[in-house]
């Protein structure tokens, strides 16, 4: 991998981690176009996810603060059972990986026929929250399970984490205003935790990629994952999934003939 590859996948890293697109679909469709093999980008594939894990804890710092100065009063307050509610949201990952985490890893295999399959599942689900009628229901506990569920099934490549989680939020009845912030917060430590485990039961870094590659990687994945963050918030906001949907209609059909 050069660093021109490493400029291009932090880029699509970044971008389609938040908006609604699936990253970990359009990483592989990238990766099969590069030629990229799966030791070369092991690697760069957790070095671009801590990135786009930064730019999240950049975009809502003051949130999180907030957030765990409530939490370390030690008493049920907003603050706690806020995170309370994100705890709850990771439950079904986290069966997820501990329990099907060779099934999960078996599907990123660049198989284009089933992420694009997968990139019309996404198209269908934005699709259906774009039309449905918006609700103004805070999350409760059972919001934060299904919108967990959600994120548990979004693991499978194509279906996008970020667009799965709204648009169940919206499909739901829930608040969309605080539907986005929660749908970044809650994925925070699954990603930082599944990542630590890859650092320590991966492979030795390769010597295909360089510390200079996986720099220029991290970069391009922060900046524009900053960026699409804080555009994910206003469109969600604004309710323009709907041209998401049909984005994933035509990556997803270019997928299947790529397959």
């Known amino acids: 991998m050069d660093w021109i590859e490493a400029l291009v996948l932090g880029l699509i890293q970044g971008l389609t981690e938040f908006l609604p697109v699936s990253s970990s679909?359009?990483?592989?469709?990238?990766?099969?176009?590069?030629?990229?093999?799966?030791?070369t980008s092991f690697y760069f594939t957790v070095v671009v996810h801590g990135a786009t894990v930064l730019s999240t804890i950049v975009v809502f710092w003051?949130?999180?603060?907030?957030?765990?100065?409530?939490f370390f009063k030690f008493r049920m307050n907003e603050e706690t059972d806020y995170i309370l509610k994100i705890v709850v949201s990771m439950v079904p990952v986290a069966i997820v990986g501990l329990f099907f985490k060779d099934?999960?890893?078996?599907?990123?295999?660049?198989?284009?026929?089933?992420?694009?399959?997968?990139?019309l599942v996404t198209a269908t689900l934005l699709g259906i929250a774009h039309f449905i009628r918006k609700g103004t229901r805070e999350?409760?506990?059972?919001?934060?399970l299904i919108i967990g569920?959600?994120?548990?099934?979004?693991?499978?490549?194509?279906?996008?984490?970020?667009?799965?989680?709204i648009a169940t939020g919206l499909?739901?009845?829930?608040?969309?205003?605080?539907?986005?912030?929660?749908?970044?917060?809650?994925?925070?430590?699954?990603?930082?935790?599944?990542?630590?485990?890859?650092?320590?039961?991966?492979?030795?870094?390769?010597e295909n990629?360089?510390?200079?590659?996986?720099?220029?990687?991290?970069?391009?994945?922060?900046?524009?994952?900053?960026?699409?963050?804080?555009?994910?918030?206003?469109?969600?906001?604004?309710?323009?999934?709907?041209w998401?949907?049909?984005?994933?209609?035509?990556?997803?059909?270019?997928?299947?003939l790529l397959g």
Request: contains cysteine.
């Open 139 to 144: 999350i409760n506990y059972l919001d934060a």
């Open 209 to 242: 990629i360089s510390w200079g590659v996986l720099l220029v990687g991290f970069v391009s994945a922060f900046l524009s994952g900053f960026l699409a963050c804080k555009w994910m918030i206003e469109l969600v906001k604004k309710s323009k999934l709907i």
């Open 149 to 165: 569920l959600a994120q548990a099934v979004a693991t499978i490549p194509g279906i996008s984490r970020s667009g799965a989680t």
């Open 25 to 39: 679909g359009h990483l592989e469709i990238a990766k099969h176009i590069f030629g990229v093999d799966h030791e």
């Open 62 to 70: 003051s949130e999180i603060v907030a957030l765990l100065k409530g």
């Open 171 to 206: 499909m739901i009845g829930t608040n969309k205003e605080s539907l986005a912030k929660f749908s970044f917060l809650m994925v925070l430590v699954p990603v930082i935790g599944a990542n630590l485990l890859e650092l320590v039961s991966g492979p030795v870094i390769s």
């Open 103 to 119: 099934s999960v890893e078996g599907l990123f295999d660049g198989n284009m026929l089933f992420i694009g399959l997968m990139l």
């Open 244 to 256: 998401f949907s049909v984005y994933c209609v035509i990556i997803g059909l270019v997928t299947i």
